[in-house]
């Protein structure tokens, strides 16, 4: 007959069976390049006279200037496939705007998600920014 474990056995089976979890779940989360939010539609897409880069190069100190409560916006940007820029603005570590410009001619075709709760009333900074850029 076997002898059932004891009660301090059991404990140390659960911790390390938690410790496996969290450790494959970290490792799958890890590997997962991010989508940064962009399962929907973009909720605007606008039209620029600009390349992608002359784009980017217009909007990425404007994005850097905006004032936040707490730390300082990070921007990003990401090449793409064929001429293309992936660009975020984050506030405290999350995503708060992605821009994605494609080149289209001889200027760019950009699409806009917003992934926060703008304050206050008028045109949020960061889309005046975006606005400004197109020309």
């Known amino acids: 007959m076997q002898t059932p474990p ?4 059991r404990p140390r089976i659960l911790a ?16 997962v390049p991010p989508r940064d939010k962009l399962d929907g539609p973009p909720g605007k ?10 784009y980017a190069q ?12 707490s730390g300082a916006p990070v921007v990003e ?10 660009m975020t603005l984050k506030v405290d570590g999350a995503i708060s705007r ?10 760019a075709t950009v699409r806009y998600w917003n992934n926060s709760i703008d304050l206050g009333s ?11 850029c197109l020309v």
């Open 98 to 107: 992605v821009l994605e410009v494609l080149p289209e001619g001889r200027g």
């Open 45 to 54: 897409t606008y039209q620029s006279a600009r390349a992608p880069g002359a």
């Open 77 to 86: 940007t990401v090449p793409g496939a064929n001429g293309s820029l992936r």
């Open 58 to 69: 217009c909007v990425t100190p404007r994005w850097r200037a905006i004032t936040v409560v």
């Open 16 to 31: 390390g069976a938690g410790l496996v979890m969290a450790m494959a779940l970290g490792a799958g989360c890890g590997s």
């Open 122 to 132: 008028g045109t949020p900074t960061s889309v005046k920014a975006i606005e400004e």
């Open 6 to 9: 004891t009660p301090l056995r």
